[in-house]
């Protein structure tokens, strides 16, 4: 499985960016997806998730009702939609993806494929 992730890039403090992944796999119907992040000097934290039907998800409290997690199986794509961004934001994002049919899941090892990461900086 082979993930793509791509739509990061320099924003001011309240502006929004749409991050995309494209998944190469053709499970990806049937698998949850996450987004991940990780800033400088700090460990990877999770961001949201999606299940596999697409009408499911959870978010970490710090980018609850900023950030939109959705997916378009006909497209093996998953979008992280952000908002109101904060330069606390600032990080490198992942996406990763979990074999078919488990559940969505906070937990990054619980995640078995993941792209290769897209910068995302918010200025003050």
């Known amino acids: 499985v082979q993930l793509q992730a791509s739509g990061g890039g320099l924003v001011q403090a309240g502006g929004s960016l749409r991050l995309s992944c494209a998944a190469s796999?053709?499970?990806?119907?049937?698998?949850?997806m996450g987004w991940f992040r990780q800033a400088p000097g700090k460990e990877r934290e999770f961001v949201a998730a999606i299940n596999w039907g697409g009408d499911s998800t959870s978010y970490a409290d710090s980018v609850m009702g900023r950030f939109t997690i959705s997916r378009d199986n006909a497209k093996n794509t998953v979008y992280l939609q952000m908002n109101s961004l904060k330069p606390e934001d600032t990080a490198d994002y992942y996406c990763?993806?979990?074999?078919?049919?488990?559940?969505?899941?906070?937990?990054?090892?619980?995640?078995?494929?993941w792209g290769q990461g897209t910068q995302v900086t918010v200025s003050s």
């Open positions: 990763s993806s979990r074999k078919p049919f488990y559940r969505r899941s906070k937990i990054s090892s619980d995640y078995d494929y």
């Open positions: 796999a053709r499970t990806f119907s049937t698998s949850p």
